[in-house]
């Protein structure tokens, strides 16, 4: 299946081929959801966005997976060497790194702005020093970079059937939604390693500061204060999905019922969350199988349709006999 994505898309060489290779085992691990909405792309565009994600995953990898063995200084200078391999890849389509190389290809076959890479790697080095965020506006300012660029780097390769600045807000609120959904549904693994996302003051209102989210990771208590909190967090992450919803009409038909899926996916794992009485202090909320798969039937279903709504409509050869004439 890989090698047919890799020929799809006209990908050729060994080592471009291996890179875009790395990218796609990243994205099987670690994003399922994304990764399944990503199977139902037309199959030239998947490694593209396998690109995208493995890049992204890899700079995630370096803060996080990294915290409790290297100090905040080796993972800022291991950031510098990406973003200095980065740079040089955008500019002579190569890279040290196998994701480099991959991102680096696809920002060049579908001119991805590369001031989106920039944005994205700055807010990734503020989670070396940043550990809360006092309002949802500095929230809102450091997901920008974290998650908005993501949506906005998909773009190009979705398409759109609007201009692309119609479009671009509502994409960049999608991978807004779809972070502000992680952060909720992670909280606890994020206070683990010393950070908080949700904003301190939408918490405060609660009557919950650190020291609580403290204890009741720890003693797995459920207070009533956080889950008043939390369910505050759900209804403000659901206007964002409002915020999102319109642009999926605004991309092409073959690429919408693929991040039509996502949305439903993702947003699935608010209701999960809810169903689970807000306990992510303590356990990972998960939608369960049979929701994904039937969720994930029924964007086959609608990737069917798309496909017969776009094919052109074939003569019957009488017709075409027709039209042409007589032979000479």
């Known amino acids: 299946m890989n090698r047919r994505e890799l020929d799809a898309a006209g990908i050729t060489g060994a080592a471009l081929r291996a890179a875009y290779?790395?990218?796609r085992r990243l994205n099987a691990e670690h994003g399922r959801t994304y990764f399944l909405a990503?199977?139902?792309?037309?199959?030239?565009?998947?490694c593209a966005v396998h690109?995208?994600?493995?890049?992204?995953?890899?700079?995630d990898d370096i803060v996080d997976d990294l915290d409790r063995r290297q100090p905040p200084g080796e993972r800022d200078r291991l950031l510098?060497?990406?973003?200095?391999d980065l740079a040089q890849g955008l500019r002579t389509g190569g890279g040290e790194e196998p994701v480099v190389r991959a991102v680096a290809h696809?920002?060049?076959?579908?001119a991805i702005d590369h001031g989106l890479f920039a944005d994205f790697l700055a807010s990734m080095r503020s989670d070396l020093t940043v550990t809360d965020y006092l309002t949802y506006a500095d929230l809102r300012a450091y997901m920008h970079g974290s998650a908005a660029v993501i949506g906005l780097q998909m773009l190009p390769v979705l398409g759109t059937v609007v201009p692309r600045e119609e479009a671009a807000p509502h994409a960049a609120a999608l991978g807004v939604a779809f972070q502000l959904t992680n952060f909720l549904r992670d909280v606890g693994e994020d206070l683990d390693r010393g950070r908080v996302y949700l904003p301190a003051d939408l918490l405060a209102?609660?009557?919950v500061e650190r020291p609580l989210l403290d204890w009741s990771r720890r003693t797995g208590r459920h207070d009533p204060r956080i889950r008043a909190a939390f369910v505050e967090a759900e209804a403000m992450i659901r206007t964002v999905y409002r915020e999102a919803a319109p642009g999926i009409g605004m991309l092409e038909p073959r690429v919408q019922p693929c991040i039509r899926t996502a949305f439903v996916l993702y947003r699935g794992i608010l209701d999960a969350i809810a169903a689970d009485d807000y306990r992510v202090l303590h356990r990972r909320a998960v939608v369960p199988r049979r929701r994904r798969a039937l969720t994930a039937a029924g964007g086959l279903v609608r990737i069917l349709g798309a496909r017969l709504r776009t094919r052109p409509p074939v003569k019957a050869p009488g017709a075409v006999a027709r039209a042409e004439g007589p032979s000479r």
């Open 51 to 59: 690109a995208l994600y493995g890049f992204a995953r890899w700079a």
């Open 38 to 46: 990503t199977r139902l792309l037309p199959v030239e565009r998947r």
């Open 205 to 207: 209102a609660h009557g």
């Open 106 to 110: 696809t920002a060049e076959c579908y």
């Open 21 to 23: 290779t790395r990218c």
């Open 80 to 84: 510098r060497l990406l973003e200095s």
